[in-house]
């Protein structure tokens, strides 16, 4: 069982969104360490970035997991229209509302 299927590693940064920048599964991260006043950059797996453990626990499973899904599959029509987005009329009221409820959440 992964982490993220027992809970214990929760994406606050749906992982498709960060894959999106990625060099295949790893970004680069800029840290800032306060007290040394330095930045330093490190290569990171998207399934250590934008999350944390515990984080939603149900809300996660019952919301955001379904969601996450939803939009996943939503952001693949974008590329259908090769990147660019589709004319008003071509979406529906439901994939409207999928695209604000994702941005809000």
Same mark, same amino acid.
């Given at each position: 069982?992964?982490?993220? #299927? ?15 920048? %990625?060099?295949? !599964? ?11 006043? #330095? ?5 990171? @797996? &998207? ?5 944390? %453990? $515990?984080?939603?626990? !149900?809300? #996660? ?9 939803? &939009? ?10 090769? $990147? ?5 009329? #071509?979406?529906?009221?439901?994939? %409207? ?7 809000? @959440?």
């Amino acid at each position: 069982m992964s982490d993220n #299927e027992d809970g214990n590693r929760n994406h606050y940064v749906p992982r498709f969104y960060l894959r999106r920048w %990625a060099n295949g !599964e790893f970004l680069w991260t800029a840290n800032w360490i306060t007290y040394k006043k #330095e930045l330093f950059w490190k290569n990171r @797996s &998207t399934k250590a970035i934008g999350c944390k %453990a $515990g984080l939603y626990k !149900e809300v #996660e499973k019952l919301f955001f997991e379904p969601l996450d899904t939803k &939009t996943c599959n939503f952001v693949k029509l974008f590329k259908e229209y090769d $990147g660019s987005a589709p004319k008003k009329q #071509e979406l529906s009221e439901e994939d %409207a509302n999928l695209w604000a409820k994702s941005h809000l @959440s």
